[in-house]
Structures are given as structure tokens and as C-alpha cells.
DNA sequence: CTGTTAGCGCGTTCAG
DNA sequence: CTGAACGCGCTAACAG
């Protein structure tokens, strides 16, 4: 490991200051001929600052956390692309935690970010996480919560997941669907919580009643879903609320040997790329990822800018319905 | 934003001297009165140590680097996730930097992961990548190359490209299609170069003729792509060496409304859970994603642990060929 | 405009 | 086993 030149060299092979080789370095006008020997000895020295001398001096850390369950699916990794993107133009780094749906995890996840003086945080919290879980380790520093709600004091970015669900099962409705069934696993989540609202909401005020395949974990859902769907009353239409939800119907549907046509209608959240060139091409509601994104960065970013500003703000953004023909329509 | 507390304000509170603190802290034996104490105050103050002076004093950042093109597919996002996992495991943090295949972002990404001082890094180099390319900016620190080849003189982990494609090929062979064509874009990625030699041996080996459909970049692949299948000699097998091109693929069956029964067969690599729902069920050649990144991160730690050594040793994993029905089987 | 100096918070000496 | 003092590399404050 080759010894790293530090200011004090630079300083000393140009024959200046410490503080003009750092005042330099940072666009800060010097004299030019200084200038010129501050960069040649940058360069003969292969001098690099030290971002964690910076980061101790200034307080500042340039680093912006991203909590997240997982990392794994589509919404996630888009989400966590774009943060990277727009965190890398303004100068940050992003350091990555994922907590897995354990309030272990997310609560050692939290500490590292304090530790690491990250300078924003961006997170999608656990079910039932409250403001003073993340108070108590992050006291005042900029936070945004995307794709999860816990308290009006933070900023959020959110789908209008009542709203989208609500459309999604209106369209069943027009299709002349009664029997349209909401299907789910990890009802605690706050976009599913919402989305079962919305879905209830829309179903009460056609006068029909709404009919939940809930369950607390995958497995269990499996179970669920084989019984209802090899029941005489299997449901016409099916809302799934996520596309892990979809891929377990998706599952059943092959399992049952149930053909296309035999098979209930469905609509799923999240859309994916080959989501049209399924054997039923898949009707889904988009999020609109990218700009749910951009309004957590420039949220976090104006926080940070400002102090200790606590934007109190939540944005929700409209769901687009997409439709294939897994809905019914042709 | 609430002042912190310091080593040495637990000190005082706890009436002892601050390395005291320090070494409790760290699980050095201490006087069973002191350590009390000391817990009380450190709860008390709230006290959480500065990983940035940590970094500073003692040259550890604990922080691997992970510079990838992107994270937004599902190879990426699943290594992305295991990488994650085993360096919290191991109390290290995450730095996610994505170069999009652009010299001028990687190496900016590789003077941030510099200036980070990032223990070790996880890379997958862009195309043309050199070793000494990668020492100007990181002299000396334990790097793996994940997915991407550019020196013997590096660890990398890969996938045993050239056979799993050719692997696939006999599989169309053994059908007896004999017009198998080869198509992707972005020729100059490793993988990509590996999985075309392999291809066109297995051809070669059989005394047939390999068709490239290859070109520079997706927009240009599409227009090759309706060429070639709208012409009378179409493919009767494609071989697609990329998630992507499997989706402009499917994009063109689609645009050229070729029934199931009129597409030509088709294999392509990295898998997906829907893989086995598209109209026509996908066959692929699957990546062992978890048992690569364990193989890249337990030689990254090695190298870490124990100092400057360069670990100089490539391992090839299998992939394993998942037979659906998209080539040619029922 | 420039150079010198004093910390940022921690861990690791060195005496005691 | 403990505490005081130093220094990691940098930048803000001060004095020239």
C-alpha cells in the first residue's frame, strides 16, 4: 500500500502554504503562478484528497444514505439507479443499507448511517416503524420517506396508492366483474394498507363487498390462494398488490393447469419490461418511478442546503393504469 | 442539529479519562466499576462513536466500493443485494457508484472510491478496461472484477461464459436446427465476447457456418434484428447473450406479429421468475449469482485481511441451462 | 492574496 | 490497568 501524499506535501513540493494548495484545490482564486506549481506537484505526487480528513473537519460527510427493504425487485433498483445518479451529480456518495423487513436490521442500518454521518437519509421503512424509532438515532438530520409513511413531520413520496387501486378495481367493475378479489401477503405494509383502502373503498360504493386474500407471509398466501382459486366461487377478477404477488398467482395459475381462459382476470402493481409478452400480457399501474425519485432527491438536497429544515410535506403521485389484456380487455 | 457527543464528554461525565472510554468500547478489559460508568454516560449523552475520525486515525474506512454499469437489471440488483448483506455482515458499508459504461464516470467513480479511501472494491469494468487504467487511481487496494476480465493480475470471478454458450448451442443442435444465429449488442463487453467465441465453436466443431446478428448499441441491434427476420432465410434458433436483447427480441416478434408456432427458437441468458410465464415459456442459461458473489467477496475480505495480496486467481463458474420450451423442447 | 496554527474526534502511544 | 498527550489530513481562522 503505497504511502498517499497528503496538503503538506503538495505544500512543501511547491514551495507554498498548506491552505493555498487546499484553497486552490477548491476554485478558490490564487496566484496563478502558485497555481501552476500547486498542479504540478498534484501531479508528480499523485496527491488525491482525503475525503475522510474532509469529512471530519467539515462536518460534512457527502454522503447520502438509502434504506431500503431489499434491492432485489424492479421498483427498487430503478429507484435506487436514479438516486445514484442524481446523487453522484451533486457530489455525493451513496452508501447502501437494506434492512430486510427486520427492525433489527433497520435499526443497526440507522446507526451505521449515524456513525457515518451520512448528511440525508432515504428510506422505505418497515411496517409499524414510528418518528421516534428514527428520532432516537437520527435526531435531525434530512430525511425522506419513499414508498412508506410513518408521521406528517417528514417528507414523503408516496404512489397514490388509494386512488390507483381504486381505479384499477373500477375497471374490473366496468368490465361487469362482481367477484374481484384483492390479494396480498404482508397486509402491514403501508402502500398494501392503502391500496386494500382504496380497493374496500371502491368496491362499498358500488354496494359489493370486498373480498380479502390476505396473508401474513408468501407461504401462507400460496395456501390461501389455492383454495379460493379451486373453490366453486372462485373469484372473476383479482387485484394483486405487488408483483411478487402477481408471480405467485402467475405460480398458482400454472399449478392448477388453469388455461388463459379459465383463469380469473388480474391487474398487478409495478410494471416490468417483459410484463406484455406474458402468455396473458399483464395489465399493471405503473409508478411513476423516476419522478417519485426526483421529488425525494430534491426534497433531501433542499433539506440539506437549508439546515435544519423539516419540509413537512408529502407528495403523492398518480399511478398510471396500464392496460394489457390480462384485465379482460382485448 | 443537536450537538454530538464525544469521546471525551463521556469521559467526563463518567469521571475517567477519555482512552478509557475508548477501549471499553472497543472490548478491552476495564475496571468493572469504570465500565459501568462509562455505559451509564454513553446512554445518558447518547453517544454513538464518529466513524469518520475512526476512518481518519486509523486509516479504515470500513467501506467496500461496488462500481457496476448499473443497478437497474436483475443481475446487478441480486449481487448488488448478496454484496450488501455479507459486508454488513462483516461491519463494512457499502459505496454504490454505477459508470453506465462510460470511461469518463468510471473513472470518476474510481477517484471518489480514492478519495474514500474504500477498503476494497467490487468491480465490472467497461469494456477496454485496463489493468494499469485501474492502478493509476487505485495503486494498490484489493480489487475484484465481478463479471469483467482485464488482467490475470486481478482476482475475477465469472461465469464459464464460453461453455454455457456453447453449451446452448449444441442444446439447438441436438434439435437439429442448423441455422443458429448469435445476437447481441454491445460486442466489446467481456461476457458478451466470450459467449460469441463459445458460440461460434460449438458451430464451428460441427462444420457449420455461425450468423452474428451483433451490433454497436440496441437501437441499431433492433434494425438488424427486423432484417434478419423478416428475410427469407430467417434464423431458425437465436441465441440471445443478454437479458436486453432478449426483450428487443421479443419486442420484434411482437412488431412483426410472428405467431408462437413462426418465431424462430430462442435461448437467452440470466433468469427471471417470470421467465417461465411469457407466452412462450423462456429457456435460459442461468447465472449462479449468490455463489459468485460469495466466491468475490470472501476473496475481497482475504485480500483485505491479510494486506497487500494480490490474490491473482480467476474462477469460472457453470451456468446451468434451464430448459423451458422457448428452444424448441415441450 | 498568502503562510502559520489550531483543532475536528478518535485511537494509540507513553508514563504512571 | 489508567490517563495525558500526540497526530491522522484537512480547512477555517488568524496574522502578515
Redesign the pocket.
Known sequence: MA??S???DVAESA?????????H??GI???P??AERIEKAVRELD?E??ET??S????RSRTIGVLFPKVSNAYFSHALQRIEELASEQGYTVALLTHHNDPKEQLNDLLTLRRCRAEGVIITAMPGTTLQDIRAVLPSEPIVSLDSFFSPELDSVLLQNRQSAANATRHFLEHGYKAVACVTARPGTYSYRERMDGYSAELRSRGLQSRMIVAQDYPELDEMLRVELSSEQRPEALLALSDTAVLHIMKLFQELRLSPAQRPKMIGFDDFELAAFLDVPLSVVRQPIPEMVDAAMNSLLRQIKEGTTPGTQTLSMPGQLIIRNSCGCK
Chains 1, 2 share one sequence.
Do not use: E, N, Q
Request: net charge positive.
Open positions: 504511502k498517499r497528503t496538503v503538506i514551495g507554498v502554504g498548506a491552505s493555498t494548495v487546499s484553497r484545490l477548491r482564486t490564487v496566484r503562478k502558485l496527491y484528497p482525503d480528513a474532509r471530519l473537519r467539515g462536518g
